[in-house]
């Protein structure tokens, strides 16, 4: 990314534009619209996950914590470009840049680092499913914990004096300082790139790899995988790779102008991957009510639908608390007898709290399960018949 200097401020502060007028403009709808569909697709997924409770598995609340990321950028960052977009350049100063800067770098390390975790809690789920203690809500609270500890730990440096928050993108933004070349920018950018992105890429890799390997053999052996593992798999999936689309141009030119030839990026061509990266924010909202049965169920409900798929009244009788011990990840676990219209009956053992409700009302998406039919360990995946 082609950073600005304090001579180059200095310069546009004397009416010498550092891309066109027309750039500056392009930059400005680009930016507003990317504001307003970042703003209002995640303050709608926010909406319809914060007014059902069903909502909240530990799956879900790791998702919303990208969600509040991404609302946060189209709050606190979208505005200020735009601003500076339409007044030729950072009219902000030099404290704000460097909280923008610092604020931005955050949010960003804090999604990939979301995704991450998420990309390996579909390994444990899809390759280790009876391995490992499933995922609760505190122990998903105490992962977004870390997740903002380690995203902390990446991006405080450049305020500490490793590194350095200045202008980019024709100076209409802040970002890291990629440009200069002294051994406390290049080894911080080292840093960076190690840890907030080459890591998350590896673990990311390796655990959709074994996902991948893990379903060829589920398909080779059952001949079938289930329908609730392979849609939430290939949610993350597809995030995972709006995420890269967005972000990949930015940390290439970013690299260029730091290991290689300057002078291929203009001030006007560091505009494009910065805008692309920001754009980030709209992708997901999209790819969870696409992909996501219970959000899109919260989008008819919000629009006064009816779920004609999802109809058939179901009976549910407490059984108490599970004997099966050999796959009991908690001691929360209970028995419920679930007799649905239309479906045969099954008995279910529930690992999580609230979640009477849940099976009652046909929707067992994300929820801890196991289905015993006929009195035998049918799978972990026959759930899918309650979706």
């Avoid at 239309?342 to 046909?362: D, F, H, R, T, W």
């Amino acid at each position: 990314m082609y950073n600005v200097t304090e001579n180059d401020v200095e310069n546009d502060e004397v009416g010498k534009l550092m891309m066109s007028a027309g750039g500056y403009i392009a930059a400005a709808i680009a930016l507003c619209l990317i504001g307003f569909f970042g703003f209002s697709l995640n303050l709608c997924v926010i909406i319809f996950m914060w007014r059902d409770e069903r909502i909240w598995t530990p799956l879900n609340i790791l998702l919303f914590n990208l969600v509040i990321s991404d609302f946060s950028v189209s709050i606190f960052g979208n505005p200020w470009t735009f601003v500076s977009s339409l007044s030729y350049g950072w009219v902000f100063g030099k404290i704000v840049c460097k909280a923008y800067g610092f604020f931005m770098s955050l949010l960003g390390i804090s999604s990939i680092t979301t995704l991450t975790v998420l990309a390996f809690e579909r390994y444990i789920i899809v390759s280790r499913p009876f391995r490992h203690r499933n995922l609760t809500r505190r122990g998903s609270i105490y992962l977004i914990l870390g997740i903002w500890i380690y995203s902390l730990l990446l991006t405080i440096p450049p305020l500490l004096g490793w590194g350095k928050y200045i202008n980019e993108a024709a100076n209409i933004s802040c970002s890291v300082n990629w440009e200069e070349q002294s051994p406390n920018a290049k080894s911080y950018i080292i840093f960076l790139f190690a840890f907030g992105l080459i890591l998350p890429l590896s673990v990311i890799v390796f655990s959709y790899a074994h996902i991948i390997n893990t379903i060829k053999r589920k398909t080779m052996k059952i001949g079938q995988v289930s329908k609730a593992e392979g849609r939430i798999t290939y949610m993350v999936f597809f995030m995972i790779v709006a995420f890269l689309v967005a972000w990949t141009p930015y940390a290439i030119t970013a690299l260029l102008v730091q290991f290689g030839d300057r002078s291929l990026v203009s001030p006007a061509a560091g505009v494009i991957p910065a805008v692309l990266a920001k754009s980030s924010i709209c992708y997901n909202p999209i790819i969870y009510v696409v992909l996501k049965s219970q959000l899109r169920q919260g989008v008819r409900n919000f629009l006064g639908l009816v779920n004609v798929n999802n109809t058939s009244a179901c009976e549910v009788h407490d059984l108490g608390p599970s004997n099966f011990s050999e796959t009991a990840p908690t001691a929360l676990n209970r028995i419920f007898i679930s007799q649905c219209e239309g479906q045969p009956n099954a008995k279910i053992e529930c690992y999580e709290n609230n979640l009477l409700e849940a099976v009652s009302q046909n929707n067992l998406e994300g929820i801890d399960v196991k289905i015993y039919q006929h009195d035998r360990l049918d799978a972990r995946n026959k759930a899918t018949h309650f979706l």
